[in-house]
């Protein structure tokens, strides 16, 4: 039963009322999926008011399609965003349109309903309502290539500071052909970390396959790049730490758009921290902010609500009902008007440029771990089956 006291009146405001997207948003959105998106919109209103530091989890086609340019990296250069995670497709399709036989618009329009039989003929390559020439990807290939045989990349390194590096060369590539700043080159001009949970997945990790079946086949003299994987979860767990213990808000705030390996990594540092290093007072996010196709009732990690989430730690107990929502949505479609209505209300921070940070930031976590030895040796002891 709902109680007098405990009724919300539904009031709603003309749109010829309204001068600003924020006012849509708060005031023209009163049910249905208009009041998840209202909904969505305060609560990251709410966040960012309050100085909470974003982590931004992305999966999707969202460079090759151009998103980026329009959405994405306005609300990069915000400075409220301290990092991101995302897919290895991403940041290598982040490339094309500086490469130099590519400059000038290489992607185009195309039918979702094509005939792709065609399409494969001519040699275009389609992503849903987008296509580009085949000749796109070998080009990138061999851009990819380069940067991965130079000598600063022959090592062992994490994914971060992969990505860190090639956001250079991508940035001196759209320079040269005087193109607009892609993702990766934003990245490195405002050191935003970026985090990939699944590497191997994706064209830029399949380039350095390629270096390393050469020297393996010694068609190569020698290449000597090793992603380093437990340094770079490590290294997402410092970055979260700093959100709970350093930063000044004392707490996180995330925006999830789409689902995947890119939701589930930017949710992992809690348990990380917490349930696998043992460390005491470590809290999930304090606002969460979903926007995903799958639904709830399909029972995959892309579709779980933050609620859920409440349950293995990875979002704040005390605070969900009031600061996280998830929408069942196509983030494509509303992104643009969330952005600009947020830019709208609120000034543009220096940024945290914690890729700077990160050695600091991860001895910090290194001396937790060290004063937490005599749990950690407990949690390795466990009396096998013979």
Same mark, same amino acid.
């Given at each position: 039963?709902?109680?007098?006291?405990?009724?919300?009146?539904?009031?709603?405001?003309?749109?010829?009322?309204?001068?600003?997207?924020?006012?849509?948003?708060?005031? /023209?959105?009163?049910?249905?999926?208009?009041?998840?998106?209202?909904?969505?919109?305060?609560?990251?209103?709410?966040?960012?008011?309050?100085?909470?530091?974003?982590?931004?989890?992305?999966?999707?086609?969202?460079?090759?399609?151009?998103?980026?340019?329009?959405?994405?990296?306005?609300?990069?250069?915000?400075?409220?965003?301290?990092?991101?995670?995302?897919?290895?497709?991403?940041?290598?399709?982040?490339?094309?349109?500086?490469?130099?036989?590519?400059?000038?618009?290489?992607?185009?329009?195309?039918?979702?309903?094509?005939?792709?039989?065609?399409?494969?003929?001519?040699?275009?390559?389609?992503?849903?309502?987008?296509?580009?020439?085949?000749?796109?990807?070998?080009?990138?290939?061999?851009?990819?290539?380069?940067?991965?045989?130079?000598?600063?990349?022959?090592?062992?390194?994490?994914?971060?500071?992969?990505?860190?590096?090639?956001?250079?060369?991508?940035?001196?590539?759209?320079?040269?052909?005087?193109?607009?700043?892609?993702?990766?080159?934003?990245?490195?001009?405002?050191?935003?970390?970026?985090?990939?949970?699944?590497?191997?997945?994706?064209?830029?990790?399949?380039?350095?396959?390629?270096?390393?079946?050469?020297?393996?086949?010694?068609?190569?003299?020698?290449?000597?790049?090793?992603?380093?994987?437990?340094?770079?979860?490590?290294?997402?767990?410092?970055?979260?730490?700093?959100?709970?213990?350093?930063?000044?808000?004392?707490?996180?705030?995330?925006?999830?758009?789409?689902?995947?390996?890119?939701?589930?990594?930017?949710?992992?540092?809690?348990?990380?921290?917490?349930?696998?290093?043992?460390?005491?007072?470590?809290?999930?996010?304090?606002?969460?902010?979903?926007?995903?196709?799958?639904?709830?009732?399909?029972?995959?990690?892309?579709? /779980?609500?933050?609620?859920?989430?409440?349950?293995?730690?990875?979002?704040?107990?005390?605070?969900?009902?009031?600061?996280?929502?998830?929408?069942?949505?196509?983030?494509?479609?509303?992104?643009?008007?969330?952005?600009?209505?947020?830019?709208?209300?609120?000034?543009?921070?220096?940024?945290?440029?914690?890729?700077?940070?990160?050695?600091?930031?991860?001895?910090?976590?290194?001396?937790?771990?060290?004063?937490?030895?005599?749990?950690?040796?407990?949690?390795?002891?466990?009396?096998?089956?013979?």
């Amino acid at each position: 039963m709902t109680h007098t006291s405990e009724r919300r009146p539904v009031r709603v405001r003309r749109v010829d009322e309204c001068a600003t997207l924020d006012e849509i948003f708060r005031h /023209c959105l009163p049910a249905f999926g208009g009041a998840y998106l209202r909904r969505i919109y305060t609560i990251l209103d709410r966040a960012i008011g309050s100085g909470c530091p974003l982590t931004l989890a992305i999966s999707g086609p969202v460079t090759v399609s151009g998103q980026h340019l329009a959405w994405l990296i306005p609300l990069l250069e915000t400075g409220w965003v301290a990092y991101i995670s995302t897919t290895d497709a991403v940041c290598y399709h982040d490339g094309h349109r500086s490469l130099d036989a590519h400059k000038d618009d290489p992607i185009h329009e195309v039918s979702i309903y094509s005939d792709d039989a065609a399409l494969r003929d001519e040699g275009t390559i389609r992503v849903t309502d987008m296509a580009f020439d085949e000749a796109v990807l070998l080009d990138q290939d061999r851009f990819l290539s380069a940067c991965l045989a130079r000598p600063e990349f022959q090592k062992k390194m994490t994914g971060t500071e992969l990505r860190y590096r090639l956001g250079a060369y991508y940035a001196a590539q759209e320079q040269r052909n005087d193109v607009p700043a892609g993702l990766l080159s934003t990245c490195h001009r405002l050191a935003i970390p970026v985090l990939v949970g699944a590497p191997a997945d994706g064209s830029v990790f399949l380039n350095s396959m390629k270096l390393w079946a050469m020297r393996s086949a010694g068609i190569l003299p020698e290449y000597g790049f090793d992603l380093d994987l437990h340094a770079e979860v490590f290294e997402a767990c410092a970055y979260h730490r700093w959100g709970l213990f350093d930063s000044p808000a004392r707490a996180l705030a995330t925006l999830i758009l789409g689902g995947g390996v890119p939701k589930n990594y930017n949710l992992q540092p809690e348990p990380a921290l917490g349930q696998v290093l043992g460390l005491p007072n470590v809290r999930g996010y304090q606002f969460d902010v979903q926007i995903v196709t799958a639904p709830v009732t399909d029972g995959s990690l892309s579709s /779980c609500p933050p609620a859920e989430a409440v349950t293995w730690g990875k979002v704040d107990k005390d605070a969900y009902l009031q600061t996280t929502e998830s929408m069942q949505a196509d983030y494509s479609m509303v992104m643009p008007f969330l952005v600009k209505a947020l830019l709208d209300n609120h000034a543009k921070r220096d940024g945290y440029r914690l890729f700077e940070q990160r050695e600091t930031l991860c001895e910090r976590l290194r001396a937790d771990v060290r004063a937490n030895g005599d749990w950690l040796r407990r949690s390795v002891d466990y009396p096998l089956a013979k």
